[in-house]
Structure formats: structure tokens, C-alpha cells
């Protein structure tokens, strides 16, 4: 795996900036690192990666992974780091000496709060420093991200496709995985990497609030579904630009998709050519389509007020005050976020793209359902169209057992569909 010589080099807060001696210590202290919290009940191995913007925790024996730091400040010998969990703080504050960092943490504000010690090292596997690829995005802001490129892929007679990989909305990461989530699938490298063994290129990056972009969204009323997309539009542009490939495709996952498609539509108008789209166990309702369910199934006393919210938000009006029943769906600080989402729809982007589409759905998809593939398929007339028998939500190939297929969720031990796999392959290289 390298890339080739052609390619140019919620929520929460910033904690370290990417400018002057922050940033060369930041630079210091980049990578994996993994450790132990010394606790009163025993030890917890922890792992964390240290990156520009701050820090991403892992704790294995919670089923957490990628967890964004609230703050992170780092010196050339010393390390403090906070990470908010549900109303309280745990913070870590540790000094390196001889690359051994050992320290102290807390879990909690008060001066009682309980906590214990802690060391860690410089792991001995670090991320491939010849696949990370980091795309500027329209404002500026940095988008990294894993580029694989099969060896041997030039000269340009011999440019592979290369597909662009979208996790879906939320905190899902680049590999596929959301810290919300219990576990990890790693749906999105486990594609990548069979992809990469067949000849497909593929680019897959941590989205504005996700994974090592975290910190570009502060705060949820940041949260942007244009942005996503204009970021996407963006990467298309920039690879694209590179001469390296034989084409780029936008493939999404599930809610993604609406960002891959409304992407390649956005290349079409700017100019930027976009062989086709690949649309992956998504739904045809939108998140107009949601909301407005949800409201017709409440209480037959709060429905006025739930369909006057919506039609403020549709006229682009927030609504300071909704009442305790829609307090949460409508907060104010979502509000923004539901402008726009409200606007855009994954079947009307669909009968909008005029290039090659791929529609794929799984048979053990307890989530998306076949009235949806019919639905996106109706939307998009002569697009091809794949039932993968066997294949889950989140790619994963799986039995007819319920409780595999939800475990497939949080354990990447389950591989990734290989027919789904020859899919995208055959659909990528004959266009």
C-alpha cells in the first residue's frame, strides 16, 4: 500500500493550535500512544492519538474508540488533556521522561473527585505515514484522511479508478465508526483495503466533527450539512485535479449517501467531472421525512405545534422556545442543522444525477429497507442495482441471526461483503 509519486503531498472544543510552538510540540507528540490508568479497582488499558487538534481516546474494555478531547495542551515534555463524559471531566496531566509518559488523572471537578495515576509509551504501531493524505476543504480547513493506491499505478496508462468514501452524518470517522456507538466495525477500511486489492483506489477522511476533524465543529449549532457536502465537492475536486486516476467516484454510506450524490451534483455545476456515484444501504427518506413522522405518531395535542416548528424551520425561521415534549428534537442549538437538512433530499439529488449510478443493498439490512431500494431506484431510472444476499446495514457479511447481525456493528473480526466488493470493482472499471 503507498500512494503514488503523482498525488501532491458532538461536540466539543479546540483544544491546540495548529500555529508556532504549539504546533511543532503538537507535532512532537503526534501518533498512537498506549498506556494503563492505575484505578482503585485495578488497571484499564487506554490508547490515545495525539493529533494537531487535540487527542482521540480509546478504552477497550468500555467498548469506547476515538473519543475527542475537550482540551488538549501539550509542551516539549509535558501532556494535559480533558475529555468531557456526559457532566463531568475526566482530565489527564502527565510528563515524559525518556519516552516514558507518567502522570496523574481525575474524574470529576472537585478537589475530591476520585482519579489515580497513569503512565503510557509510544506505541509500537503507528498509522502508515505513506497512506495518510490530508485535503483542504473550501474555507481552508484541513481534512485527513487514508489514501490507498495499489503499487505500480503508474505510469498514467496504468491510473486505477479511485472511489471516495463518505461514513455518513454523525461522529462516524473515516473508518465507519461513531464513538457513540459501543465497538467498532471498521466497515470503511475493510472496504478500502479489499478494493485495494483489486485494483480500486479509494480515499476515505474524517469529516468535520469525526475523528481527527473533530475539533472543527465547536459546538452543535457548527454542525453543517452543506459543509459536508461542499467538503466533498472539495476532495473530488482536488484528486481529481491530480491527473492520477481514471476517475473518481463518490460512494455514501446509509446517510452518506445524500452527501455523495448532492457532492457530485455540486461537481457537475463547478465543472469538476465525477465518473459516477455509488449509493450503499441508504434510506429514501430524508430528514424532513423523519421529523414529519415523527410528529404525525404524537399526541394528538402536540402535533399543531410540531407542524408549525417544521414550517418555521422550512421557511428558514428558528424557534427559540419549543415546548418540553419537542425540547430536545427541536433544540435550539439543532435548529440550524435542521435548516438545512430539511432542504435536501437523497431521492430528489438522485433524479438530479444524469451520470452512472450504483445502488446497493443488503439483504440482511435490518435498517434500510427494500421499499427504499425501490424507492431510490424509482428516483434514479437506469441506474444498476444490486441485491447483496447476506450483507448487513454496515457492509458486514452476516446470517440470518439476529444477534450476529447486531454484533456485526461493533466487531471488525466480520468482513466486509465480498460480493459487494466485486460490485463496486466491476462497476468502477467498466463505467
Same mark, same amino acid.
Given at each position: ?70 482540551? @488538549? ?9 480533558? =475529555? ?71 505510469? @498514467? ?6 472511489? *471516495? ?55 452543535? /449549532? ?59 444501504? #441508504? ?12 410528529? $404525525? ?12 416548528? *417544521? ?27 435542521? *435548516? ?6 437523497? /431521492?430528489?439529488?438522485? #433524479? ?20 427504499? =431500494? ?15 444476499? $447476506? ?15 447486531? #454484533? ?17 470493482? /466491476? ?5
Amino acid at each position: 500500500m503507498r500512494r503514488t509519486a503523482c498525488v501532491l503531498v458532538l461536540l466539543v472544543l479546540i483544544g491546540v493550535a495548529a500555529t508556532g510552538q504549539e504546533s511543532e510540540a503538537a507535532a512532537v507528540w503526534a501518533g498512537r500512544w498506549d498506556g494503563q490508568l492505575h484505578l482503585a479497582q485495578g488497571q484499564m488499558p487506554f490508547s490515545l492519538r495525539i493529533t494537531l487538534g487535540g487527542a482521540l481516546l480509546d478504552l477497550p474494555s468500555a467498548q469506547l474508540y476515538g473519543y475527542p478531547s475537550a482540551t @488538549a495542551q501539550v509542551s516539549g515534555d509535558s501532556v494535559a488533556l480533558s =475529555f468531557a463524559f456526559g457532566g463531568g471531566m475526566m482530565t489527564l496531566a502527565g510528563q515524559s521522561v525518556d519516552g516514558r509518559v507518567e502522570g496523574s488523572f481525575r474524574q470529576g471537578d472537585g478537589p475530591d473527585a476520585p482519579g489515580g495515576t497513569f503512565f503510557m509509551t509510544r506505541s509500537e504501531t503507528q498509522p502508515d505515514s505513506s497512506t495518510l493524505w490530508t485535503a483542504t476543504a473550501p474555507d481552508g480547513a484541513r481534512l485527513a484522511g487514508t489514501l490507498l493506491v495499489p503499487a505500480g499505478a503508474v505510469p @498514467a496508462a496504468t491510473r486505477p479508478p479511485l472511489v *471516495i468514501l463518505h461514513a455518513g452524518l454523525g461522529a462516524a470517522d473515516r473508518d465507519g465508526n461513531n464513538y457513540n456507538v459501543p465497538g467498532k466495525n471498521d466497515a470503511l477500511r475493510l472496504l478500502a483495503e479489499d478494493l485495494l486489492a483489486r485494483g480500486v483506489a479509494t480515499y476515505r477522511y474524517d469529516k468535520r466533527g469525526s475523528g481527527e476533524s473533530s475539533w472543527l465543529v465547536k459546538r452543535e /449549532e457548527d454542525m453543517s450539512l452543506e459543509a459536508w457536502i461542499h467538503d466533498m465537492a472539495a476532495v473530488a475536486k482536488e484528486l481529481s485535479e491530480s491527473g492520477c486516476y481514471s476517475g473518481i467516484w463518490l460512494l455514501g454510506l446509509n446517510d452518506g449517501a445524500l452527501v455523495a450524490v448532492s457532492a457530485a451534483n455540486e461537481c457537475i455545476i463547478a465543472g469538476t467531472k465525477v465518473a459516477g456515484t455509488i449509493v450503499a444501504c #441508504a434510506s429514501a427518506d430524508g430528514t424532513l421525512d423523519a421529523f414529519r413522522k415523527a410528529v $404525525r405518531q404524537a399526541p394528538d395535542d402536540q402535533r399543531a405545534e410540531g407542524e408549525a416548528i *417544521i414550517a418555521a424551520l422550512l421557511a428558514g425561521h428558528q424557534v427559540e422556545s419549543p415546548s418540553s415534549y419537542y425540547a430536545a428534537a427541536f433544540r435550539p442549538s439543532f435548529q440550524p442543522y435542521l *435548516i438545512e437538512a430539511f432542504k435536501r433530499d437523497i /431521492e430528489t439529488e438522485l #433524479a438530479l444525477w444524469n451520470g452512472p449510478c450504483l445502488l446497493i443493498q443488503g439483504d440482511m439490512d435490518m435498517q434500510a429497507t427494500l421499499a427504499d =431500494f425501490m424507492a431510490l431506484g424509482a428516483a434514479r431510472p437506469g441506474a444498476t442495482t444490486i441485491m447483496v444476499p $447476506r450483507m448487513n446495514h454496515v457492509l458486514k457479511d452476516v446470517s440470518q441471526d439476529v444477534e450476529e447481525n447486531h #454484533a456485526a456493528f461493533s466487531d471488525p473480526s466480520y468482513r466486509v461483503s465480498d460480493i459487494l466488493v466485486g460490485a463496486i470493482v /466491476e462497476f468502477v472499471s467498466n463505467p
